[in-house]
């Protein structure tokens, strides 16, 4: 099992940047790939960035692409979201998401791990 904590959301004006972090605790963090989703009101989850085990393969949504940077800490079993340049279409709430087994993805369906999500506003 793992257990996955997000944090570092909230209000911000467009252009502003947020870092959302995600806290894991369990099972072995440093062998899973992770990913970052968002869902917002009415829309169904989509895919944000992800990164392999090592951090040395990364993969965002064209929609976050030169804007977000996802990291990660073993050391510290943490991933990290870096948001920059944030826009009003990026509000959503933010779920971070780990494999037991596989390279990073962007599908939702690889994932067997989930965060409870924090919340990103960003007014215009």
């Known amino acids: 099992q793992v257990q996955l904590v997000e944090s570092g959301g909230g209000l911000v004006q467009a252009g502003g940047s947020l870092r959302l972090s995600c806290a894991a605790s369990?099972?072995?963090?440093?062998?899973?790939?992770m990913g970052w989703f968002r869902q917002a009101p009415g829309k169904e989850r989509e895919f944000v960035a992800a990164i392999s085990w090592s951090g040395s393969i990364t993969y965002y949504a064209d929609s976050v692409k030169g804007r977000f940077t996802i990291s990660r800490d073993n050391a510290k079993n943490t991933v990290y979201l870096q948001m920059n340049s944030l826009k009003p279409e990026d509000t959503a709430v933010y779920f971070c998401?780990?494999?037991?087994?596989?390279?990073?993805?962007?599908?939702?369906?690889?994932?067997?791990?989930w965060g409870q999500g924090t919340q990103v506003t960003v007014s215009s």
């Open positions: 998401a780990a494999r037991k087994y596989g390279s990073a993805s962007g599908s939702t369906g690889a994932y067997e791990y």
């Open positions: 369990g099972r072995t963090f440093s062998n899973s790939a």
